[in-house]
C-alpha cells in the first residue's frame, strides 16, 4: 500500500555546501545498501526507489537527486503486510539504473565509477545511512565506553569495496560475520570501525545524516569526544 504524504510531513530541503562528487557516490551508497532498480525493457521504465524510516536521509537523497539534474518524486508512506512503515523516494534515469543494475551484480567496479576521495567518502556515508548502526559499548578495564560504526549486510562484495576505500583513508575497519545464515536466509557481514577514535573520524570526514548513527542515545558520543586534533 502506498500513500502520499501531504500535511503531517513537512520535506525541507537541507542547505548543504558539498560537491557533486560526493553526492553521486552518497546516492549510489544508499540504493546500492537499501534501494531498488526496478527496469522493464518492454515498456522501457527505469525507476530506482530508495526507502527509509527517516526523514531527514530522504530529504538529502531528494536534494542531491534535484542538484544532480534529476526529478524525484514527494515523499510516501509505505506499509507492508505486516504493518511495518517506511517512507519512500523514486525517480526515473535509464543510465542511471542501469549502471546501478549492473554496480549491485559486480560490485568491483564501483572502484572505477568512484575514483575521487570525495565520490568515495559520499559512498560510504550513503552505505552507512541506508544499513549502518552506531554500538555502545563498556568495558571494566576502560574508563570511558567506547563506540563501534557498522555497516551490516548479506553482500560481502560490496562490503570489501566499501573495506578498500575505509583503509585508504586510514579507519581502523575489519570485516566479520555478523549472523549466521539458515535456511533460506544468507549469512550476514558488518564492515566495523573500531574504537572511539576510527569511528569519530569516520563520521566527521563522511557527514552522514541518519540522526540515530551519528550521536549515542546512552551518553552523547560524540559531543563529549573530542581529539587532539579536532577544532
Known amino acids: 500500500m502506498r ?3 501531504t500535511a503531517k510531513i513537512k520535506a525541507v530541503t537541507p542547505k548543504m555546501e558539498i560537491d557533486r562528487e560526493y553526492m553521486f557516490g552518497y546516492i549510489i551508497g544508499l540504493v546500492l545498501g537499501d534501494g531498488y532498480i ?18 531527514s536521509v530522504l530529504n ?30 523514486n525517480f526515473s ?7 546501478l543494475n549492473n554496480l549491485k551484480q559486480k560490485p568491483e567496479l564501483l572502484k572505477e565509477y568512484l575514483v575521487s576521495e570525495n565520490s568515495r567518502l559520499g559512498f560510504l556515508a550513503g552505505l552507512y545511512d541506508s544499513e549502518g548502526s552506531l554500538k555502545h559499548k563498556e568495558r571494566r578495564d576502560r574508563p570511558t565506553p567506547q563506540h563501534l560504526a557498522y555497516i551490516t549486510m548479506t553482500n560481502i562484495n560490496l562490503l570489501k569495496v566499501a573495506y578498500s576505500f575505509a583503509k585508504e583513508f586510514g ?8 549472523n549466521k545464515g539458515r535456511g533460506k536466509y544468507k549469512d550476514e557481514y558488518c564492515l566495523q570501525f573500531n574504537g572511539n ?7 566527521q570526514l563522511t557527514n552522514p545524516i541518519h540522526p540515530l548513527r551519528i550521536r549515542c542515545s546512552k ?5 563529549w569526544y573530542k581529539p587532539s586534533w579536532y577544532k
Open 93 to 99: 534515469n535509464k543510465k542511471l539504473a542501469l549502471m
Open 38 to 55: 526496478k527496469i522493464d525493457y518492454k515498456r522501457r521504465h527505469y525507476r530506482i526507489q530508495f526507502f527509509n524510516t527517516q526523514i
Open 3 to 5: 500513500v502520499k504524504v
Open 219 to 223: 551518553c552523547g558520543y560524540p559531543d
Open 60 to 89: 538529502r537523497f531528494r536534494h542531491f537527486v534535484k542538484l544532480l539534474g534529476f526529478c524525484p518524486s514527494r515523499l510516501y508512506l509505505r506499509e507492508d503486510s505486516r504493518g511495518n512503515q517506511a517512507f519512500e523516494v
Open 197 to 203: 577514535k576510527s569511528t569519530f573520524e569516520f563520521l
Open 171 to 178: 579507519f581502523r575497519v575489519g570485516i566479520y560475520r555478523y
